[in-house]
């Protein structure tokens, strides 16, 4: 029994939520409360953010308020704001699920976290002028002011594809939605939102007055952290998830594969200052990628300890 019981301590400490729990009541008395941290555990690693804030009264309320911050609100009103508030702590999680996946060797997950981070990176960039992440219920009356073609669907003058004008219309009226509508948004057009708002503070070719609300000392700093927020997303690494099952094809890349497609990307980013930071040597198992989103954010960025908090919280329980 106590050998069975070590087992699963050491596949806390390797973070498999999932197998644990599905093991547990076989080795412990009462394992409802092991499954229970196990859930919450499994959800933070698969990233599944519509139910990081569902209530588990075994799991410390000091993990359960920091793994809140990094969720979306399910409604329009919901308090608090979460990830809309701020993306900091949502990056934090980001970073340590894709250190996590690599020493795990999960790289079909891990390239699919790094999308995810390169989907909603300008919003990142833009958190420091909006005063939030995006929030729809908070957008800046200056991003419709008169002139601006933000959300104007079929507007030819306009550089934003259809599907980024779609999602941009929408945006401006979602926080009237219900709920329902609300979830839809968000799983399907904000993060095409995040890149429109970087195409028109960064790569527009035929500029109008949306944003012209951002203070003129601030627009080039966030011109070019945006700039390099889009450029991410086209990076080799990125694009390493259409030869994933979670992209279009069925091979799995080797860590061979994805340093090599990051080494390339840091060059490629290398064009500014900002960018360079994705050379930094900061001890990360891809280095420099916790210094690029920092620069990106214009705010220090490091991997969290959510999921280590959870991983200790698990082990103190089992040697019970």
């Not at 979830?183 to 904000?190: E, I, N, T, V």
């Amino acid at each position: 029994m106590e050998s069975a019981r070590d087992l699963l301590i050491s596949l806390a400490r390797r973070y498999a939520f999932g197998d644990i729990g599905a093991l547990a009541s076989g080795v412990v008395r009462d394992a409802d409360e092991i499954e229970a941290v196990c859930e919450f555990g499994q959800r933070l690693l698969s990233l599944d953010a519509e139910d990081f804030a569902v209530e588990a009264r075994s799991v410390p309320s000091d993990l359960r308020r920091r793994a809140r911050a990094c969720t979306m609100p399910q409604t329009p009103r919901e308090q608090p704001r979460g990830a809309l508030e701020s993306l900091r702590p949502a990056y934090g999680l980001l970073l340590e699920v894709i250190a996590v996946r690599w020493h795990r060797r999960e790289l079909s997950p891990m390239v699919a976290a790094l999308h995810i981070a390169s989907e909603y990176l300008p919003l990142l960039a833009f958190e420091p002028v909006l005063g939030n992440a995006g929030d729809p219920a908070r957008w800046p009356e200056g991003l419709t002011a008169p002139g601006s073609r933000f959300g104007v669907i079929g507007d030819r003058d306009c550089d934003h594809t259809r599907a980024e004008q779609s999602a941009a219309n929408r945006t401006l009226r979602v926080a009237g939605e219900p709920p329902e509508g609300w979830r839809a948004y968000f799983d399907r057009q904000h993060s095409q939102v995040a890149g429109a708002l970087a195409t028109c503070v960064a790569d527009c070719r035929n500029p109008c007055t949306a944003m012209e609300w951002v203070d003129p000392d601030l627009r080039e700093d966030l011109a070019l952290r945006s700039q390099v927020a889009l450029a991410f997303a086209e990076t080799p690494l990125v694009r390493l998830r259409h030869a994933a099952p979670v992209g279009h094809g069925f091979g799995v890349p080797s860590p061979e594969e994805v340093i090599e497609a990051w080494e390339r990307s840091r060059t490629t980013l290398a064009k500014n200052g900002v960018g360079g930071e994705a050379s930094s040597d900061d001890g990360f198992p891809l280095p420099g990628l916790p210094s690029l989103f920092s620069a990106v954010a214009g705010a220090a960025l490091k991997p969290s300890t959510l999921l280590e908090d959870t991983s200790a919280h698990l082990v103190r329980l089992l040697r019970h």
